[in-house]
């Protein structure tokens, strides 16, 4: 809080680069006429896609040794190439949207029910696993779209215990002092508005025992939710 509030008291400085206002051309792929596309003919070409990522992709994260550290994860992506659309190598790991691509994977599974999509979800996720306790506030994201949806899905122990140990990570970084999740570290006063697309899965683990008193204020958080809506 004190480095914000630092922060926040030295003023910005900016500087217009452009000199002059001119026009400025869409990019090509929108100046060409496109069909509309069913439902259906949308998720095939998702599929295609993601079909076509995971071939690409599963061998590095097949191959790569179980070091133990997130930063040191092979096979996950973040940006892709401005140009060609291909998924561009990164060599630190996953970030907070690591899971996104998981939980693709396990909505496909449940609308084709095929089992590759389900052998993908499980190999990627698995990367993530282990990890719970020292994540930080994107603990929600991180193990709601892999471990969480995964257990709808296939009700696996391990996917379950997984999503509970993610929800327990959220519980640890609630600061009663301030009523609110710390972003990075247990007790710090450093809560951020991100948080609160976290909370997903302290919904989901909100009913179990394992959750023991964050299952008191996570249910709070629920009735005002719904009391406001």
Same mark, same amino acid.
């Given at each position: 809080m004190?480095?914000?509030?630092?922060?926040?008291?030295?003023? %910005?400085?900016?500087?217009?680069?452009?000199?002059?206002?001119?026009?400025?051309? %869409?990019?090509?792929?929108?100046?060409? $006429? =496109?069909k509309t596309k069913t439902v259906e003919q949308a998720i095939g070409l998702l599929r295609e896609e993601v079909d076509r990522t995971a071939?690409?992709?599963?061998?590095?994260?097949? &191959?790569?040794a179980e070091s133990g550290n997130p930063k040191a994860v092979p096979g996950f992506f973040t940006e892709g190439d401005n140009k060609t659309g291909e998924w561009q190598k990164?060599? #630190?790991?996953y970030f907070w949207? &690591?899971?996104f691509w998981i939980g693709e994977l396990?909505?496909?599974?449940?609308?084709?029910?095929?089992?590759?999509?389900?052998?993908?979800?499980?190999?990627?996720?698995?990367?993530?696993?282990?990890?719970?306790?020292?994540? #930080?506030?994107?603990?929600?994201?991180?193990?709601?779209y892999s471990s969480a949806?995964?257990?709808?899905?296939? =009700?696996?122990?391990a996917l379950r215990e997984s999503a509970l140990l993610?929800?327990?990570?959220?519980?640890?970084?609630? #600061? $009663?002092?301030?009523?609110?999740?710390?972003?990075?570290g247990v007790d710090a006063m450093t $809560?951020?508005?991100?948080?609160?697309?976290?909370?997903?899965?302290?919904w989901w683990a909100s009913d179990e025992p394992e959750m023991k008193s964050g299952a008191k204020w996570v249910r709070s958080m629920r009735c005002g939710q719904r009391g406001g809506m």
């Open positions: 004190e480095e914000e509030a630092d922060r926040i008291e030295r003023p %910005a400085v900016f500087q217009i680069l452009s000199k002059s206002a001119g026009a400025e051309s %869409a990019p090509a792929d929108t100046l060409v $006429p =496109h071939a690409t992709w599963e061998p590095i994260v097949r &191959g790569s990164q060599n #630190n790991g949207t &690591g899971s396990w909505q496909l599974y449940a609308r084709t029910h095929h089992e590759k999509y389900r052998k993908w979800a499980e190999l990627w996720g698995s990367k993530l696993q282990g990890q719970e306790l020292q994540a #930080n506030h994107d603990a929600g994201f991180l193990y709601y949806l995964g257990n709808d899905l296939t =009700h696996d122990p993610g929800a327990q990570r959220l519980e640890q970084l609630f #600061n $009663p002092k301030t009523q609110l999740i710390a972003s990075w $809560p951020s508005s991100t948080t609160m697309m976290n909370l997903q899965l302290l």
